[in-house]
């Protein structure tokens, strides 16, 4: 796909004309990245956005006994690397290619010009940002108020956003969404099988179908 109709299913630039669009495609770089690669550590500096075009990333963060804390999973059309733009501080997390994925990179000086020629980017990227607060808002609220049946409800009723139909096609492991939620993969497991005994999600071969929303969002409190 040309990079302008990819940029075009990008949200942060999915508001501009073609002229617009023609102009950030032709600063950006496409890199790809092995699988297990790591694409961004904690702490480098931030000189770039990046896009994922194909493939799975995960934002993470590494503590000093090796565990992993899951913050988010990237998939196509999702973006990383802003904020290092925005207040020119060092990355937050790692950042790790889940499969081999293809990324467009937009550097920190191309950015700033795109703002400065664009500025309907920066409204898409206060959008962005927006969302991410308030997910990252409910994700606390989650571990403070929500027992592990709650935290996992709430995983799928995340991810079932950016479903067709409510069926969940992103690879996501028990072992991963043990990660995000501060939880034991064995536990994980234990309550999919409850969701599933219970009718709340449809376990399938072609991914996790949301079956029984209503009951979904009561479990993760949600109105």
């Known amino acids: ?33 092995p699988k297990n690669s790591v694409i961004l550590f904690e702490d480098d500096p931030g000189d770039a956005l990046y896009v994922v075009v194909a493939g799975q990333v995960k934002v993470v963060l590494i503590g000093e006994d090796g565990r ?9 059309g999702d973006f990383f690397g ?23 990179v937009l550097r920190r000086e191309d950015f700033h010009r795109a703002l400065d020629e664009t500025p309907r980017i920066a409204l898409g990227l206060l959008r962005a940002l927006s969302q991410r607060l308030r997910r990252a808002d409910d994700k606390i609220g989650a571990l403070v108020l929500l027992d592990v049946f709650g935290r996992v409800a709430q ?5 079932s956003e950016e479903a067709d139909d409510g069926l969940i096609t992103r690879r996501v492991t028990h072992h991963m969404i043990a990660q995000m939620i ?7 497991s234990r309550t999919m099988r409850t969701l599933a005994e219970r009718g709340l999600i449809e376990v399938t071969r072609k991914g996790i179908r949301i079956a029984d929303r209503k009951a979904l969002r009561a479990a993760a409190r949600l109105p």
Do not use: N
């Open 182 to 188: 501060g939880s034991t993969r064995e536990t994980v």
């Open 155 to 159: 995983v799928w009723l995340d991810l």
């Open 68 to 76: 992993e804390v899951i913050l988010a999973v990237l998939g196509e």
């Open 82 to 104: 802003e904020m290092s733009l925005i207040d020119d501080q060092p990355r937050s997390a790692h950042v790790i290619a889940m499969d081999d994925a293809r990324l467009l």
């Open 1 to 33: 796909m040309p990079v302008p109709e990819t940029l075009r299913a990008v949200p942060l630039f999915a508001h501009l004309g073609p002229a617009e669009l023609a102009r950030v495609a032709s600063a950006v770089r496409e890199r790809s990245y």
